[in-house]
């Protein structure tokens, strides 16, 4: 098999367990320093919203088939990317995987989210003027 058709399947099976984990994480109703999580139905984008901030924060693992939390705000800015690495399951069934790894994500949001509402600010601070 060539390495293209490998990589493709690789990426199919992370967004497809992209889309059931983000719903899982849903069904929890998880808040991080008033940060709520939730998924875009369309896109299946994974974002989190504060009342404090205009912007959400878009922070899908799997997104573009990277093994990784791609970071991003509402308006395009690049908030960057957190180095999660997590093995697609081929289903949801084995719930003690399955929760291992919202623990893993929850946890990086957890250490991220202080440094994230600071470059949130810096940008906003620089566009204002």
């Given at each position: 098999?060539?390495?293209?058709?490998?990589?493709?399947?690789?990426?199919?099976?992370?967004?497809?367990?992209?889309?059931?984990?983000?719903?899982?994480?849903?069904?929890?109703k998880?808040?991080?320093?008033?940060?709520?999580?939730?998924?875009?139905?369309?896109?299946?984008?994974?974002?989190?919203?504060?009342?404090?901030?205009?912007?959400?924060?878009?922070?899908?693992?799997?997104w573009?088939?990277?093994?990784?939390?791609e970071?991003?705000?509402?308006?395009?800015?690049?908030?960057?990317?957190?180095?999660?690495?997590?093995k697609?399951?081929?289903?949801?069934?084995?719930?003690?995987?399955?929760?291992?790894?919202?623990?893993?994500?929850?946890?990086?949001?957890?250490?991220?989210?202080?440094?994230?509402?600071?470059k949130?600010i810096?940008?906003?601070?620089?566009?204002?003027?």
């Open positions: 098999m060539k390495l293209k058709t490998l990589l493709l399947e690789y990426d199919k099976k992370v967004a497809k367990y992209s889309d059931e984990l983000g719903e899982y994480i849903k069904l929890l998880p808040s991080i320093r008033g940060w709520k999580f939730d998924v875009e139905r369309m896109t299946g984008s994974w974002y989190w919203e504060h009342p404090k901030f205009e912007d959400n924060v878009y922070a899908t693992w799997g573009d088939g990277r093994n990784a939390i970071l991003e705000s509402t308006d395009g800015m690049d908030l960057g990317r957190i180095n999660v690495k997590l697609p399951k081929e289903s949801l069934e084995s719930k003690l995987d399955v929760k291992k790894d919202v623990k893993k994500y929850l946890d990086a949001m957890k250490k991220e989210f202080s440094k994230i509402e600071k949130i810096k940008l906003l601070n620089k566009t204002r003027g």
